[in-house]
């Protein structure tokens, strides 16, 4: 089902005529920063819109792509696609364009049913691009006049509905991510109509009727379905409603206490960036009212216009929000917009100046991380288990299997059937990899990230035999002590990976197990799964292991210091590179020294004189697979993408239900870097031979018929001779070194790409990263649900056991898994953009060169009617150009430009040509 805002009561009803004709559907989720992902956008001139009083006339588009075989589709769902195509009765948001995730009501094919049909006084040209306007008008009219007759007709039904469903809560356990009982329109009809199948018009009465009780129901994200609110919520909504209907008592307190903190806040916080003094705030602080229960109730029905932006034109927000604002008195001379409220919000001490509002309206992404009730009951859940499991001893690895040579190939002795029934909170007593667990003994392992990394995942060593020489790729092992089925990765899987935001991170596992007993930084022996392979002279994999293992001699190294002995002749620009983007950062006075936490090497320090032979050799045999992969058509995107660095970290934040205004005292410092991971050496080199890593784990998968997560992105196919030609001509742009496109010819190259996607099938390719057998995901189980379900798949089979999960099973699994994995991306990388433009904001709000700077500008994208986005290449954000002037210029031409305009609300920069 579709992940979806709610509909407005303005709400309109419309045929959908026509939908763009995309080179590539997929294409547009690949620049996240600028582009919502999975939706595809069609313009409200392609849509025949049946609005009161009258219909409108749209012309049809030039081109007219055929019925069935270009339907607009969101995969947002977790069993099924939403697909929106010629002639759907649809009920969308009140906007200017039509997206999908705008549909709160669907019927497909309306305008091709009998309902339609028998009004018509000849059929549908389905090729003429042009619907019978007038036609269609009186059947969409006597369908909304039937369905409302049908609501009003079974209104007691519908009234019982609530009492009904809430109560079948517990037993149904049917509930939304945020942890609320829901219902569908289906069931909803099925029971106010007593049937089991309810028509169109019926489902329509049951939208009518879910949709105007607001008290109630809320809609969810997914397109049909509804919250129940619980009673103790629906009371308070009541009561909320009830009080400014009637000018109550509570409401005239709430504003009274809300009219003191706010002419505080104007009097005393810098008006540029919210924050108070230390000194005067401990002055006033008496002064400060308290917040009584009843205020907290009006909190949260402001906070829920802001995180709800569903919600913002249901009646009680429309009517009530702009009433609290002009009682109060300071913003009489201002349109009340959802800025006017966060603004409030803040300045009564609610919410800190910094607060991301435009993230709300996706914050049932992170509700299994953070932020629901669900979340704060698994953290616990985590905390408990994590402390029974250091609780116990870590498995003692020097009694375990004597040292084997690297060179062996006789077979492992297998332990048949040697899973242990366990329940929910067990953890395995022993290591059921022992009998078949490698020793490396003293091989240096070298983990090298940066200082103040915590989870350390993976190592790398070299070793060498004879005329052979093997790579090891040595992984955490987080599965040598969690079964499947623990709770805790149950917990994983609802999790999916860690989300790491600029503000603070949100770990999958339980933070103190990653640090503490899993990652490869502890500086003891650690299990691993390591995954390890020997190259030829080419760089192709002429064998290849993978191991349960043992690791004794762990080396920690950061990345800037292996820079230093690494060879840079593979990055474009030498060590001049690093020099060309150099941070931005707000109050740079502020900034403190580069952090190392405590027990960790200084910089500087990490990388002995005794290793450089090691890592040079590793660098050289990364560097021949990287041109095996560039050679069988690989490349890579010289992208600029920003790095927020935030001190402190995390960011300070206003407790969750203040008892009375809480005032920030300091203002966090940003820093904005651009990712250098193309500049530097060392970060080029573990990337390359953890994609090795993945490369033997899909080998080792294909020989043995075990279903895994393959990772794949079939070649563009089919694609007509003059794209073939542009296609062709912009690969042949690529550096013959790095194999990266220039970010000019990589906007030329995204209409074609096909979306990445997860599959079961082995050998199956990956284009872009020239891989054509196979690549899994497998070297980051403490931060990737993936990576753990590759590792028990592969360890059951390496122990002689059925798999946890078959292929039938795990293709069930995977399209939910590849569809959080997206959103939480898509969340992390909006994240950071509002930073991007807080920063910018910042800088702009203190004056001096920001207030007129020039920034460099690459065009991107340029629409029919001529508006137009950027990149900012100095900063990695996109911006709009002002004045819908994109038809001046040509995509992938450099302009340079002044920003005009920004919205940190809303997420936009505008800026024109200088």
């Not at 009830?242 to 307190?253: D, S, Y």
């Not at 709800?308 to 109060?328: D, G, Q, S, T, V």
């Not at 994109?886 to 920004?902: A, H, M, N, P, W």
Request: proline letters at 8%; one cysteine or more.
């Amino acid at each position: 089902m579709l992940s979806s805002r709610a509909l407005a009561p303005a709400a309109r009803t419309i045929i959908l005529q026509c939908c763009r004709r995309w080179k590539n559907t997929n294409a547009l989720t690949k620049d996240p920063l600028h582009i919502k992902p999975k939706k595809k956008q069609v313009a409200a001139s392609e849509l025949n819109t049946i609005a009161k009083p009258a219909p409108a006339v749209v012309p049809a588009p030039a081109v007219v792509p055929d019925v069935v075989d270009d339907p607009e589709f969101v995969p947002l769902s977790q069993e099924k696609l939403l697909y929106i195509a010629l002639g759907d009765f649809v009920r969308v948001e009140r906007t200017s364009e039509f997206t999908s995730d705008m549909v709160r009501f669907q019927i497909p094919g309306f305008a091709f049913s009998p309902i339609v049909n028998k009004y018509l006084t000849s059929p549908i040209d389905y090729t003429s691009g042009r619907f019978p306007v007038a036609e269609i008008t009186r059947p969409l009219k006597d369908f909304g006049r039937a369905a409302t007759h049908l609501k009003s007709s079974k209104i007691v039904m519908f009234e019982k509905a609530y009492d009904h469903f809430e109560s079948m809560a517990v037993k149904r356990r049917s509930v939304n991510v945020a942890g609320l009982p829901t219902v569908t329109l289906e069931e909803v009809a099925a029971f106010a109509f007593e049937v089991q199948q309810p028509s169109p018009v019926q489902l329509y009465a049951a939208y009518i009727f879910l949709h105007g009780d607001y008290v109630r129901y809320v809609p969810t994200q997914v397109v049909g379905q509804f919250a129940l609110r619980t009673r103790d919520e629906v009371a308070e909504s009541r009561a909320v409603i009830q009080w400014m209907r009637t000018n109550g008592e509570p409401l005239k307190e709430f504003v009274k206490r809300a009219k003191i903190a706010v002419t505080f806040a104007r009097k005393e916080a810098d008006q540029r960036f919210g924050v108070v003094p230390e000194a005067v705030l401990k002055e006033h602080e008496s002064t400060l009212p308290e917040f009584a229960e009843t205020d907290h109730q009006f909190i949260q029905f402001m906070q829920d216009f802001i995180s709800k932006p569903h919600l913002r034109n249901w009646p009680p927000y429309e009517a009530y929000i702009p009433r609290i604002i002009k009682m109060i008195g300071c913003y009489s001379d201002e349109r009340i917009e959802p800025d006017t409220i966060a603004r409030f919000l803040t300045e009564i001490g609610v919410w800190a100046p910094w607060e991301n509002f435009g993230m709300f309206n996706k914050s049932y992404v992170m509700m299994e991380h953070a932020g629901s009730k669900k979340a704060e009951e698994n953290s616990k859940t985590l905390d408990k288990l994590a402390t029974s499991l250091l609780q116990a001893n870590p498995f003692e690895l020097d009694k375990q299997a004597t040292l084997l040579s690297s060179s062996s190939t006789s077979p492992p002795s297998l332990l048949i059937n040697s899973t242990p029934t366990l329940s929910p909170t067990d953890f395995y007593e022993r290591d059921l990899c022992e009998g078949i667990r490698h020793d490396f003994g003293n091989l240096p392992v070298y983990t090298i990230d940066d200082p103040t990394a915590k989870e350390i995942d993976d190592g790398i060593s070299i070793e060498r035999l004879g005329d052979h020489t093997w790579l090891h790729m040595h992984v955490a092992d987080p599965t040598a002590y969690i079964p499947n089925t623990n709770e805790m990765a149950r917990i994983a899987a609802a999790r999916i990976q860690t989300l790491y935001l600029p503000d603070r991170s949100y770990s999958m596992l339980s933070p103190q197990l990653s640090e503490q007993r899993f990652s490869l930084g502890v500086g003891n022996a650690q299990c691993t799964l390591t995954f390890s392979a020997r190259l030829d002279k080419d760089g192709a994999i002429v064998e290849f292991k993978v191991r349960p293992g043992i690791v004794r001699n762990i080396s920690t190294m950061y990345y800037d210091d292996v820079d230093k002995v690494l060879d840079w002749a593979n990055i474009r620009g030498g060590k001049r590179s690093v020099d060309l983007s150099m941070p931005v950062v707000s109050h740079p006075e502020l900034l403190p020294p580069q952090p190392v936490p405590d027990g960790r090497p200084a910089i500087g320090t990490t990388v002995p004189h005794r290793a450089y032979r090691d890592l040079l050799d590793l660098q050289r045999l990364s560097l021949t697979h990287h041109g095996n992969r560039m050679r069988a058509g690989g490349f890579g995107f010289a992208k600029p993408s920003p790095i927020i660095t935030l001190y402190p970290s995390p960011v300070p934040t206003s407790p969750i239900h203040p008892t009375r205004p809480t005032y920030q005292t300091t203002l966090p410092i940003i820093q904005l870097a651009l990712d250098n991971i193309n500049h530097s050496p060392a970060r080029l080199m573990v990337a390359e031979l953890m994609i090795l890593g993945g490369r033997v784990g899909a080998h080792f998968g294909a020989d043995r018929d075990l279903p895994l997560p393959i990772r794949v992105q079939l070649e563009p196919s089919p694609v007509a001779p003059q794209d073939r030609a542009l296609l062709d001509q912009t690969l042949a742009t690529k550096d013959p070194i790095t194999g990266l496109l220039p970010y000019t010819a990589m906007i030329s190259v995204i209409p074609f790409l096909p979306s990445a996607s997860i599959t079961s099938r082995a050998g199956t390719p990956h284009w872009s990263m020239g891989i054509r057998d196979g690549y899994v995901k497998c070297t980051s189980p403490l931060r990737r649900y993936s990576d753990l379900l590759a590792h028990w798949q592969i360890k059951a089979t390496l122990l002689g056991e059925r798999p946890p999960w078959s292929r039938d099973a795990l293709d069930r699994i995977l399209p939910v898994l590849q569809d959080r994995e997206k959103e939480i991306t898509f969340y992390a990388l909006s994240a950071t953009r509002f930073w991007v433009h807080e920063l910018i904001r910042r800088l702009r709000a203190e004056g001096g060169e920001w207030d007129d700077r020039v920034l460099e500008a690459v065009v991107n994208r340029i629409r029919e009617d001529g508006d137009a986005t950027v990149m900012l290449t100095e900063m990695g954000l996109t911006a709009h150009l002002e004045g819908n002037c994109g038809k001046e210029f040509s995509v992938g031409q450099t302009l340079r430009v002044k920003i005009t305009d920004l919205s940190v609300m809303k997420g936009t920069v505008v800026v024109k040509p200088v």
